[in-house]
């Protein structure tokens, strides 16, 4: 019995492992032939694997099949779909799409292998609500796209083409027909160039191209001329050389632009820095990594380019908020001594303002670890370098060769030279008690009195 129950175990167990073998299998293959977006939806949002709930925030929509519909009878979508990663290529049925996602806003379709514009288009062509489209690594560099086809995109209003390795020309042409599109993202293209565009995309607002290799301002130039309503500009990681344009042509070309992140930038004279006073709306910047600021301190990073930008909020991330009268006085310190022909402009304009300000003194802060102390015992007096991180105990057992008394029947008093007069000597009472507590100095006064019976 015990062996028959042991084989059945066995079977079952290599019966389990053939079918997980086989799922995985079949799985692989199904992402490596490809599915369609249909197909995935029908998967992934049916009764069993994604069961309907109420409740804040959960967009459940439920809707019965269309008549002769391969899809199961009931689909519960929320209104934002999630689908990356599961190896779609193709469409499928409109009829199918209009019927069930009609009702979605945003999605997701990053790291699949969509590789044909018309196959993504038939897919938001019946997303009649969709604003949102994530397609971040798709494989879509040699996808061509004609001006009917990219009609279909016209409500979207936030693009994410990272990794797509699409070409500027299908830019364009999405923008043509984008007339609401408010934030596009661009990163990990491999861009070295941009290409002028035919006309100008007013709505825009966001555009975060970080991760290229734009190391000249002449291609960031065109983003002025094409996105003049430009809110947000994040050029983080694209190791840009210098700002070569004038400060009257950035206030021209980015009139708009309130901020900029720079980080990892290759911008290496403080002259880039003083430009970004250009834009006429600017209140934040971020400028880690750059190679002007590696030299400095972190506090003189930070105090230098807020003295510098005389109209930012946010540095970095964090709020300037009450830095900025100590960062603006500390620059002027920091170049008191500069010959004037080195003298950055803003160092007058903070002169004009707060004038020639005076070095800080130096103090030393850290509290003081010994004091030369009179040391009076019976009409004597021996000068003792003594500790102030030790107790009254500690003291008494260094005093004990000095005035030959033991411990018990010593009794301290501790003179302050500035304030005997009016408070007299302090008993130093409490064993335990550590001598910098008395605070004190050089010079003041130890008197030593054997305790009376």
Same mark, same amino acid.
């Given at each position: 019995?015990?062996l028959a129950r042991?084989v059945?175990?066995a079977a079952?167990?290599?019966r389990?492992r ?13 992402h490596t ?7 995935v939806i029908?998967?992934?949002y ?10 804040m925030g959960?967009?459940i929509?439920?809707?019965?099949g269309?008549?002769g519909s ?10 934002i ?13 409109e009829s ?6 009609s009702h979605?806003?945003?999605l997701?379709?990053?790291?699949n292998n969509l590789?044909d514009?018309?196959e ?7 997303l009649t609500?969709?604003?949102?489209l994530?397609?971040t690594?798709?494989?879509?560099t040699q996808?061509s796209?004609?001006?009917k086809c990219?009609?279909?995109?016209s409500?979207i ?5 990272? &990794?797509?390795k699409v070409s500027?020309?299908? @830019?364009h042409t999405?923008l043509?027909?984008? +007339? $609401?599109l408010?934030? /596009?993202f =661009?990163?990990?293209?491999n861009y070295r160039?941009v ?7 007013p709505?825009?607002r966001?555009l975060?191209?970080?991760d &290229?290799?734009?190391?000249?301002w002449?291609? @960031?130039?065109?983003?002025?001329q094409?996105f +003049? $309503?430009?809110d947000? /500009?994040i =050029?983080?990681n694209?190791?840009?050389i210098?700002?070569?344009d004038?400060?009257?042509t950035?206030a ?8 900029i &992140?720079l ?5 290496s004279?403080?002259d880039?820095?003083d ?5 006429p709306? /600017? ?14 301190s972190?506090?003189?990073?930070r ?9 930012i ?8 908020a009450?830095?900025r009268?100590?960062a603006?006085r500390f620059?002027i310190?920091?170049?008191i001594?500069q ?6 402009d803003?160092y ?13 003194a ?5 509290p003081q670890?010994?004091?030369k102390v ?5 009409g004597k007096?021996?000068?003792m370098?003594?500790?102030l991180d ?6 008494k057992k260094?005093?004990r060769?000095v005035?030959?008394?033991s411990?018990n029947?010593m009794?301290l008093y ?7 007069k009016?408070?007299?000597p ?11 507590s008395f605070?004190i100095?050089?010079?003041?006064e ?7 019976k």
């Amino acid at each position: 019995m015990l062996l028959a129950r042991k084989v059945l175990v066995a079977a079952v167990s290599s019966r389990r492992r053939r079918i997980t073998v086989i799922a995985v299998f079949n799985w692989k293959m199904s992402h490596t032939r490809g599915r369609s977006f249909v197909e995935v939806i029908c998967e992934k949002y049916s009764p069993e694997n994604f069961p309907y709930r109420r409740g804040m925030g959960i967009g459940i929509h439920i809707s019965a099949g269309p008549q002769g519909s391969p899809l199961k009878a009931r689909l519960n979508l929320p209104t934002i779909l999630v689908l990356d990663g599961c190896g779609i290529n193709t469409a499928g049925k409109e009829s199918d799409i209009a019927a069930f996602c009609s009702h979605v806003c945003e999605l997701d379709l990053s790291d699949n292998n969509l590789q044909d514009w018309y196959e993504i288009s038939k897919i938001v062509s019946n997303l009649t609500k969709l604003t949102f489209l994530n397609l971040t690594s798709n494989p879509l560099t040699q996808a061509s796209l004609d001006s009917k086809c990219a009609a279909s995109f016209s409500k979207i209003q936030r693009l994410v083409l990272n &990794n797509t390795k699409v070409s500027w020309e299908t @830019i364009h042409t999405l923008l043509q027909e984008l +007339p $609401g599109l408010e934030e /596009l993202f =661009l990163c990990f293209n491999n861009y070295r160039t941009v290409s002028p565009a035919p006309c100008s995309y007013p709505s825009l607002r966001l555009l975060h191209i970080t991760d &290229n290799s734009l190391t000249d301002w002449a291609e @960031i130039h065109k983003f002025g001329q094409m996105f +003049p $309503g430009l809110d947000t /500009l994040i =050029l983080a990681n694209n190791h840009l050389i210098s700002i070569t344009d004038s400060q009257e042509t950035l206030a021209r070309l980015f009139p708009n632009l309130r901020s900029i &992140n720079l980080h990892n930038s290759g911008l290496s004279s403080w002259d880039d820095i003083d430009k970004l006073k250009a834009f006429p709306k /600017l209140e934040e910047v971020r400028l880690l990594g750059i190679s002007l600021l590696q030299s400095y301190s972190e506090e003189e990073r930070r105090k230098l380019a807020i003295a510098r930008l005389p109209s930012i909020v946010l540095l970095n991330g964090s709020k300037v908020a009450g830095e900025r009268i100590d960062a603006e006085r500390f620059f002027i310190r920091y170049y008191i001594n500069q010959p004037d022909e080195e003298l950055p402009d803003r160092y007058h304009e903070l002169v004009t303002q707060y004038g020639v300000l005076e070095p800080l003194a130096v103090v030393d802060l850290r509290p003081q670890s010994r004091a030369k102390v009179e040391v009076h015992f019976e009409g004597k007096v021996e000068v003792m370098n003594i500790r102030l991180d030790q107790t009254v105990a500690d003291l008494k057992k260094q005093l004990r060769t000095v005035v030959q008394l033991s411990t018990n029947n010593m009794r301290l008093y501790y003179i302050d030279q500035d304030m005997v007069k009016a408070f007299g000597p302090e008993e130093m009472k409490f064993s335990t008690r550590a001598l910098h507590s008395f605070s004190i100095r050089d010079g003041d006064e130890i008197h030593v009195e054997p305790k009376t019976k």
